[in-house]
């Protein structure tokens, strides 16, 4: 059975890089029928942040990366936050101390760091094992514990990289336990997927740098190596660099916050680096777990690009209106409606939804493109007559245009005021007033909304409804007659 693993350090909130690192050994394992496992890594006790841990859970939970063993959900495994897992760490670390592969080792950090300007002011490569004491202590928790490495060449597959191999100058004495008596990084992760038949680790290519001494554990203690998996770096927008904060990278949290759905942010990182060797680019969850291969995730950086998400997002606003319906995308905009949005009823805010959901980008977007749908909009005049269409037209000629609108619109009974009817009224105040559709639409869409942008004049006065579609052609008429 393929079993994957995500193990995020609680060290602050969720990046994309972190997400990707969760969504490609999610989708190897149930594409396969395996099992997902989330592992908390919480031994660097400096650096944990408080409710970190539960952010990261509530975004898998929210992307739909439901894990199979651990936290939260138990397993054969159990405990699942290493932190709860010093006595395993330390009976795998006694297997080292036993087999002399291990040493306790006292010597100061200062003293270390004496080490590594001494070696740095004669131009060599600081290695530990070239100061590694003569005399050493038993161990026992309270002193560090390093493994006494015994250099060599290793040769290894990588996924996604392909064949690779080092030579005996970067295998060096690294740190098993620290002074605390929780294992390092660099021993934890080794001995917790051994522990629980971890078969594939997918990880950024970060750590390709480190893979020696990996493989020197793996053959200290006698374990057979897993499959890697090393993921390229997403990049930031210019493609220089591996993106960061300072290049406008946000949380996944963030991305909620704003709007993007968790379809669009999983379709959009599955495909940032991997693509399956068509042209498509919209996949549903299913789409991905039956698409997805190993052989298909690219060995080089992938650049980051905020607008591809946006677009991505529109899609899916669209693909669940059209799919799901009105009703299941309403579903997911509570939190996203302006202010003024707040007394009225969810049957006028669907019907709100249905002519505005295919310009929206992110679901955040309702608060700027539906506040006149709920409000009075302030008017401003200037917003009138220099408009690039209606600018040539005197304010006389704006008036009478918008009472032969009026006149038109209040003779329409109230039962019969529907989109159908609304374009039909307008068609004939074209051929009535001999205005073109730029200037005639134009005049009544900003007078109704004052909004950079509206649907069709004929959805939006059907939605605004008779009595508010003629108080603000009325409005907009009395300002201009008394500017």
Request: proline content about 6%; glycine content about 6%.
């Amino acid at each position: 059975m393929i079993k994957t693993r995500f193990a995020p350090s609680p060290t602050g909130y969720i990046h994309i890089g972190n997400v990707r690192s969760a969504i490609y050994p999610y989708l190897i394992a149930k594409q396969s029928g395996g099992k997902f496992i989330l592992r908390i890594e919480d031994t660097d006790r400096a650096r944990y942040v408080e409710g970190a841990t539960e952010l990261i859970l509530d975004t898998l939970k929210w992307l739909g990366l439901d894990w199979d063993e651990g936290v939260e959900v138990g397993g054969a495994n159990e405990p699942y936050y290493q932190s709860e897992r010093k006595d395993i760490y330390h009976k795998w670390a006694k297997k080292l101390i036993d087999s002399g592969r291990a040493y306790a080792d006292p010597t100061p950090p200062e003293v270390i760091d004496e080490y590594r300007k001494a070696d740095n002011a004669k131009k060599i490569p600081f290695l530990y094992r070239n100061h590694r004491p003569k005399d050493t202590p038993e161990w026992h928790e309270g002193i560090p514990l390093r493994f006494k490495a015994e250099p060599k060449a290793y040769e290894w597959h990588d996924e996604v990289m392909g064949d690779m191999h080092s030579g005996p100058e970067v295998c060096d004495d690294i740190i098993l336990i620290k002074k605390d008596g929780l294992p390092t990084y660099n021993f934890a992760h080794i001995v917790d997927d051994a522990e629980m038949g971890v078969t594939h680790i997918a990880r950024g290519n970060e750590y390709l740098s480190s893979m020696p001494n990996y493989l020197a554990l793996y053959e200290a203690l006698g374990l057979e190596r897993p499959k890697f998996l090393s993921l390229p770096h997403i990049l930031a927008p210019q493609g220089n660099k591996k993106l960061g904060k300072r290049d406008g990278a946000k949380s996944v949290t963030e991305y909620r916050d704003e709007g993007i759905l968790p379809e669009a942010m999983l379709n959009y990182l599955a495909c940032l680096g991997w693509n399956d060797g068509t042209e498509q680019e919209i996949y549903t969850k299913d789409e991905l777990l039956d698409r997805f291969s190993i052989d298909r995730i690219q060995n080089s950086g992938a650049r980051f690009d905020e607008t591809k998400i946006l677009w991505m997002n529109g899609q899916w606003i669209r693909k669940i209106a059209n799919e799901q319906g009105i009703d299941a995308l309403y579903a997911r905009t509570a939190g996203f409606w302006p202010d003024s949005a707040a007394a009225y009823p969810d049957a006028y805010k669907k019907r709100v939804l249905s002519i505005i959901y295919d310009r929206l980008k992110t679901l955040s977007d309702l608060r700027d493109m539906t506040d006149y749908f709920f409000k009075n909009p302030k008017i401003l005049l200037p917003a009138i007559v220099t408009q690039k269409m209606l600018k040539k037209l005197s304010e006389q000629e704006l008036i009478d245009l918008l009472s032969a609108a009026i006149e038109k619109l209040q003779n329409i009974p109230d039962d019969k005021w529907s989109a159908d009817t609304l374009q039909a009224a307008f068609n004939e105040l074209l051929v009535e007033t001999k205005k073109k559709p730029g200037e005639f639409f134009t005049l009544i869409r900003i007078a109704i909304s004052f909004a950079p942008f509206s649907p069709a004049l004929n959805l939006t006065a059907e939605v605004l409804g008779k009595e508010a579609t003629l108080a603000r052609l009325n409005s907009v008429r009395t300002a201009l007659a008394n500017d």
